[in-house]
């Protein structure tokens, strides 16, 4: 009899061991297959960051603020101002927002951004190119990247006050962050676009390349002039903002002997515009234009009532 129990038992306890092993052995397999699982979506995840940029290489371009640490693209790769103007002589504050030219009579509604003709230029946020024309005396071959404004407003400095030079400023004096938002962001002087009117653009993309066009032609200090609105339009300083609010620019105590050495030898050059830069190149702003129809539709609009009055009176 007890044999016969202890045989029962011992089966039992074959059985369960048995059992026990061939749950150990499936779920040692769900967690292989579960850890394939994960790692194939990594490296979905991965590829997808790799190829779905355009093989952008944010290192190179972005740049971190000590102070907020916000990860901010730069209209070009380490900008710098020019530390030198327009004529060649040391001048760093030439290159700033503000009242900044002949010794505050005169504003600057950009930051000029030191760059050899033909840099890179890149799209600091994504956004839409709205206007785009060649200003022969003025910004040369330009345009606008329309932003969304809350984007724009993520990458502002927390702590930027001007300091530098008593003259910049860091608003115009229409600014009002509860009614306007900030949403141009504007390139000139170029020489060379990878865009157009309409197109849609990536933070990142490279949109053009850098020049002397307009009246940065003749210059000492080649440099993209970049500048930050809250309005199409503006004159002077009014409804443009201080790049340096949004981007950190290396002023002229920040950069390294290098770095001055070669604003230095492009010094010693005068970069000309290239000829037939503006060829193929609307040479008025798109929204100038509509201003000018709109107003010509009014003007007809106001003339033909004034014949139906003239009917009206002869009546
Ligand atoms: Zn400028």
């Not at 790769?77 to 503000?98: I, L």
């Not at 969304?148 to 004096?173: D, F, G, T, V």
């Not at 105590?253 to 050495?261: D, G, L, P, Y």
């Amino acid at each position: 009899m007890d044999n016969e129990k202890k045989n029962v038992n011992r089966v039992l306890n074959e059985k369960k061991e048995n059992l026990e092993n061939k749950n150990s052995k499936s779920r040692k397999k769900i967690g292989i297959i579960l850890g394939i699982t994960a790692l194939l979506i990594l490296g979905i995840i991965i590829l997808g960051m790799i190829f779905g940029r355009k093989n952008i290489n944010f290192r190179n371009i972005a740049t971190e603020d000590e102070d907020d640490k916000i990860f901010r693209i730069n209209p070009v790769k380490n900008p710098q101002v020019t530390y030198y103007n327009f004529r060649g002589e040391v001048y760093p504050d030439w290159a700033k927002f503000g009242l900044t030219r002949s010794n505050g009579a005169r504003g600057h509604q950009g930051i000029d951004i030191f760059a050899l003709p033909g840099t890179d230029v890149y799209a600091v946020l994504d956004g839409k190119i709205v206007d785009m024309y060649v200003d022969k005396t003025g910004y040369g071959l330009n345009f606008y990247l329309e932003v969304n404004p809350k984007e724009l407003e993520k990458i502002k400095r927390k702590n930027y006050k001007p300091k530098e030079s008593a003259r910049e400023w860091a608003y115009s004096p229409n600014y009002d962050p509860n009614t306007m938002q900030v949403k141009y962001i504007r390139y000139c002087h170029l020489s060379e676009v990878n865009v157009k009117i309409g197109d849609t653009v990536k933070a990142g993309q490279v949109i053009a390349k850098t020049g002397t066009t307009g009246n940065a032609s003749g210059t000492h200090a080649p440099h993209l002039h970049f500048e930050i609105a809250f309005e199409m339009r503006g004159k002077g300083l009014t409804n443009r903002v201080d790049p340096e609010m949004y981007f950190k620019i290396k002023n002229g105590n920040q950069m390294s002997r290098h770095e001055i050495k070669i604003q230095t030898e492009a010094a010693r050059t005068e970069w000309f515009e290239p000829k037939g830069y503006d060829i193929g190149f609307r040479n008025k702003s798109i929204f100038l234009e509509k201003k000018d129809d709109l107003h010509k539709k009014e003007k007809i609009i106001n003339n033909s009532k004034k014949m139906n009055l003239k009917k009206v009176g002869k009546k």
